[in-house]
């Protein structure tokens, strides 16, 4: 398939999604997050030095990980929303030409605009929205409203709803290659990962690093949450925390281990962003 072809699968995704889209201009100052875990592999490479590696982050149909449901396969169910998102733009297309998603940050949290999906994320630049489409919901529950940097009616219907802090992004698709070296601002990390060998690999990257406040969850804090993820969640958040403290550090290390459930260790990570995020203030450069 030639080069060609493959733009044209691009760029009727966003003219589908464009057709769609109603409301003013995207406000050119708000930035698109990608989140994820710094501290999980990737095709059994820790995920840095695979991004180290190929300079640039790629959708979950290359890498066949995920931060959330892992269905990006040809029939699956990631695959049938790109296909109604985007118009089957990307029904014959190659994964390595698929979108990669994100979130935009309107809210302006240091902690990224997805946390559900990560304590650390890559903050996009401007000139990536012009290739980016966006929805609200989330793709996984069949929304009806979308937007575009020309016409972004979304964020007012994100403010205005009640869903929950990890439910109420607006969810972003960035068509085309994301490039570190390019199309990152910086990579935002938690600081319970300084002079660790994340830190290390994330120096490699050919973007700048900076920190945020920092996820931190109390056992007597989480246990004020039973009803959140269940009573056995907060049994496990509490075995995994250390001094009667959880940090992402902690849940990745067990998730590592392989001795959880990865469904249950996900949920206290989703307790650890729900109830142990920290309050709004700028990220650290240094």
Known sequence: MSRGILRTSQ???????ARQASG???DPDLRVTLNFHPDRVSRAEPILRSLADSGAYVSQFVTGTSNGGLTARPGGDRWRWESRLFGGAYDRAPASERPVYGALDHRH???GAAPRFGS???RLTATTLERTTFCYPD???DPSDFGTAEHMALVELALADRRGALDDCVEAHVHGPVRLDR??????????YRGTAVEAAARRLPCP????????????????HPGYRGPEIVALGVEIAVAGVLDPRLVGEAAATGRHDPQAVKKVWHCLARFGAPAASPASRR
């Open 120 to 122: 650390s994320h890559f």
């Open 11 to 17: 760029e009727r995704a966003r003219a589908y999604v």
């Open 183 to 192: 199309d990152v601002e910086a990579l935002v990390l938690d600081p319970c």
């Open 24 to 26: 003013p201009p995207l």
């Open 139 to 141: 793709s996984c529950l």
């Open 209 to 224: 690093v900076e920190w945020h406040p920092g996820f931190k969850l109390t056992v007597e804090e989480l246990r004020r």
């Open 109 to 111: 949290r240091p902690v």
